[in-house]
């Protein structure tokens, strides 16, 4: 899997992560399974978060995988986990990282990301997250708690999710460490041309969550292995349908996280290199109807959203 340089922290990322969101939780035991499958299949990145319950299964994983072999060493594996909004205040940061690092049991993760850009007015320990009053973010004294984070040794790289262009200009305007990336759901039926362009021009990279689409589960939606244009490619080239979606978000200049729990499905979504869709083909995809499913309400379940946050996307 190649690897994305990330300006502001000098540092690498394997382009493929993979995600351990599901929700609802499966079992301790098949999460396990599935992360060390992975990490057989080649997968060195993996992308979790406070709130999806899956840091502790992650670490378990990551403690087999160095016991029985599988990777060396610690510093093999590029580790991404994610601030909840209920701690999105200055004095909560910190202690939320250690939170994070002592349920991965790790002294350090390779990226800590705002995970929503707002606060969220209950503490919560995992999904379904109850209902609550979403208040902006002072974005300022909060990236200061992780610009600590980086200074501590805590995260190698810092950066956001969920950040549309006018909550990142807030943010560069009073950044002493910029954000590495921004990760935001990404799929050829919701492309973010505008938002991705003002990311490049500013030197943030972009990683997608969903690339897929997320369909099928309760908060997603977005039928991307559906889209007929995208199966017709895929046949013509001798390519899965999931493999053409893939590979044209990283054929943008984005990294992606991708998600399963089967050994040849994890297989397929990382053999999307030494082949390429063509000027055509990436034309074609780009005028495909858009739309976004993906918002905190449809994930979490109805809140009193004072904050406008899907708009700017
Ligand atoms: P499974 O774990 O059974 O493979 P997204 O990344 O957009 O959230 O999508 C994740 C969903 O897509 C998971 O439910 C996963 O199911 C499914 N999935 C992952 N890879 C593939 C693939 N190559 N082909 C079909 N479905 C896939």
Known sequence: VPEVTLISCDTTMPVIGMGTSSYPKVDPETAKAAILEAIRAGYRH???????????????????????????????????????????????????????????????????????PFKFGKVVSSMPVEKGVLLPLDIKSVWEGMEECKRLGLARGIGVSNFTSEMLEDLLSIAKIPPALNQLEMNPLWQLKKLREFCKAKGIHVTAYSPLGSSGTKFGGNNVLGSKVLQDI????????????????????????T???????????????????????LDEISRLPQHKTITFASIMGPHDVVLQIDAGL
């Open 46 to 116: 993996f992308d979790t978060a406070f709130v999806y319950g899956s840091e502790q299964d992650l670490g378990e994983a990551i403690a087999e995988a160095l016991r029985l072999g599988l990777v060396k060493s610690r510093s093999e594996l590029f580790i991404t986990t994610k601030l909840f909004a209920s701690f999105a205040e200055r004095e909560l940061v910190v202690p939320a990282i250690n939170k994070s690092l002592r349920n991965l049991q790790l002294e350090y993760v390779d990226m800590y990301l705002i995970h929503w």
């Open 234 to 257: 895929a046949e013509s080239k001798g390519k899965t349908t999931a493999q053409i979606a893939l590979r044209w978000v990283y054929q943008q200049g984005v990294s992606l996280i």
């Open 259 to 281: 998600k399963s729990v089967n050994k040849e499905r994890m297989n397929q979504n990382i053999d999307i290199f030494g082949w390429s869709l063509t000027e055509e083909e």
